[in-house]
């Protein structure tokens, strides 16, 4: 597609529940970065991917976040029995390369989650 | 560790006038550097990209300014307009550790008064 596209653009669930967000990238970007912005707040680093591969996770707060990607494409971040603190806004953002390679990044508008 | 900082945290003008927005990085061995903007409750939108090897990038407006050894860059927005009022966030692409090697600032608020 022309951008990065993410869905929902907003979720509300119940705590304990789970919920998936989508993100397609930039066709022929392998880099895909997703972030989490709480009301007010910076951005918060969460995983990264390499094509279909995690380098780093180490952004992930808790064993309740998961992600995955299928190939050099859509990408999944699962968060499992949701709790209030999980509401924010999910950002997605792919580049051409990553690591060693430069890229300009791109970001989605964000899926907006609220954990009643 | 790379560590981004941007002051200030917030800025005011009136329209029309000139800035300058700071972001400095504490280690200088850099691919490349990324300006964005974002708007409330919005992503972000990249406004320009400076490589490594490059001083400045310029569009519209906007100028963003590169010194390497000094570990800054400065994003000069001419004749200002409410429009530009968004917060404005500096990224720095390093050459080795986590997170793709990519370190946000937490940027700077801006607010243009017509």
């Known amino acids: 597609g022309a951008g990065v596209s993410q869905s929902p653009s907003n979720k509300v669930t119940e705590k304990g529940k789970d919920v998936e967000l989508r993100c397609d990238p930039i066709s022929g970007h392998t880099a895909l970065y997703w972030y989490r912005q709480r009301l007010g707040q910076g951005l918060e680093f969460l995983i990264y991917f390499q094509g279909n591969s995690a380098p780093d996770k180490s952004g992930l707060p808790s064993d309740r976040f998961s992600a995955e990607r299928t190939g050099e494409s859509v990408s999944t971040l699962t968060i499992q029995r949701t709790q209030q603190e999980d509401s924010a806004v999910y950002l997605c953002a792919s580049s051409l390369g990553g690591g060693r390679i430069p890229g300009e990044l791109f970001f989605g508008e964000g899926s907006r989650l609220t954990v009643l | 560790k790379q560590e981004v900082t941007q002051i200030p945290a917030a800025l005011s003008v009136p329209e029309g006038e000139n800035l300058v927005l700071n972001c400095s990085f504490t280690d200088s061995a850099i691919y490349n550097l990324q300006w964005f903007r974002q708007d409330p409750g919005k992503g972000l939108t990249s406004l320009l990209l400076?490589?490594?090897?490059?001083r400045e990038q310029t569009s519209g407006r906007l100028n963003a300014s590169l010194d390497k050894s000094s570990g800054r860059s400065t994003l000069y927005i001419a004749a200002s307009q409410p429009g530009d009022s968004a917060t404005y966030l500096c990224a720095v692409r390093g050459s080795g550790g986590s997170q793709g090697n990519l370190i946000f600032g937490k940027g700077t608020k801006l607010s243009v008064k017509p």
């Open positions: 400076i490589q490594s090897s490059q």
